[in-house]
């Protein structure tokens, strides 16, 4: 009897253990990517990590629309409210409201559910989504946070290439992926068998006797992908280190310097020109004002000589009366 009963609590604790192993596998199905590397124990982990403290993650694209569920229904709630970093976005008290913010146009919420969709996303629209509610009974039902993470599109990936030839005539080569536009970019890169991941840029060495060598760059994110490649070669015509050096020295002393100096020599010569320009007004306007000066003292010079030498004139009733009196001797 006791045996019957313990394999009939196994079987039931089996049973009770069977629907999260299936869970656990369908994950590990669904991932065929990075988390195929993950094991069951990790990815249990992580559902408790991410579902443990209720937190909801969407990713989606620029000019996306979103609809964020709040797990709440109409019956029964008292009051509710969406907040977007601590302001208050859209609330329920009796009536729905969508107060102002940085949404207007764009943001809805259901009646019926109290689900917030928002249209036309743009990478600010990021950020974390609280959702917080009151019953008719007056408790107050937990916080629920949701978090929002808008993508941009990748739009181009070009792959840079350093290559130099090292003193054993062998290449050191350098890779860098360089992708124009995009967010939240993860990388892989893949040449010949071998595969690296999540590095913006690989290091690795070549031998001229490799040949030909095609790299290909893949940068991804949620919601798009986009590859680039590129052959490298190491031949002996590859720039030497001593090469490099040598030229950042010449650009350092000798090409830098000459600019400079030209440059200081060009702005020199403009303020002389300036200046002596200004200087040649100057004089010019002082020699103007020195003639009319020059010419006012002469014409005042002519009017003091006549003065000078001017005959005091008689008095007219003198000159009368002495004419008179010569008149009238002659007469007589």
């Known amino acids: 009897m006791m045996t019957e009963l313990a394999t009939s609590q ?3 604790d089996r049973e009770d253990v069977q629907p999260e192993e299936t869970d656990i596998q ?54 509710m409210e969406w907040k977007y970093k601590k302001m208050v976005i859209a609330e329920f008290d009796g009536n729905i409201s969508l107060p102002r913010s940085q949404f207007k146009g764009r943001l809805e919420m259901n009646d019926s559910n109290f689900s917030l969709t928002i249209q036309e996303l743009s990478l600010q629209d990021s950020g974390e989504f ?4 009151a019953s008719n009974k007056g408790g107050q039902i ?16 070009v792959i840079q290439k350093e290559i130099t030839l090292l003193v054993n005539e062998s290449c050191s080569v350098w890779l860098l992926c360089n992708v ?30 490799d040949g030909d060598i095609s790299v290909t760059c893949t940068a991804s994110n949620s919601v798009s992908e986009k590859s680039a490649s590129a052959t490298v070669k190491c031949s002996n015509d590859t720039t030497t280190p001593e090469y490099d050096t040598w030229m950042k ?13 030209v440059l200081l020599i060009l702005t020199v010569a403009v303020a002389v020109y300036y200046c002596r320009g200004r200087f040649n007004m100057a004089a010019l306007t ?6 009319d000066t020059r010419t006012n003292s002469q014409v005042m010079s002519i009017y003091e000589n006549v003065d000078d030498l001017a005959v005091p004139r008689l008095n007219k009733v003198g000159w009368s009366f002495g004419l008179t009196a010569t008149m009238f001797s002659s007469s007589l």
Not at 48 to 66: E, M, P, R, T
Not at 130 to 133: D, E, K, M, P, R
Not at 190 to 205: A, C, L, V
Request: no cysteine; hydrophobic share 35%.
């Open 26 to 79: 369908r994950l590990t199905e669904m991932s065929g990517g990075p988390l195929s590397s993950f094991s069951k124990q990790g990815i249990v982990l992580l559902s408790i990590l991410h579902y443990g403290v209720g937190i909801s993650l969407f990713n989606k694209a620029v000019g996306d629309s979103v609809e964020l569920p709040s797990g709440l229904e109409r019956e029964g709630i008292k009051s």
């Open 142 to 157: 937990p916080t629920k946070t949701i978090h929002l993470q808008v993508h941009g599109p990748i739009s181009k990936v």
């Open 249 to 261: 020295w010449y650009r350092i002393y000798i090409v830098v310097p000459v600019g400079v100096a």
């Open 10 to 12: 196994s079987q039931r």
């Open 130 to 133: 609280l959702v917080s509610a």
């Open 286 to 291: 002082d020699d103007t004002r020195m003639k």
């Open 180 to 209: 124009s536009v995009g967010s939240n970019l993860s990388y892989t890169w893949e040449r010949g068998n071998d595969t690296y991941r999540d590095d913006e840029q690989i290091h690795f060495s070549l031998s001229p006797a």
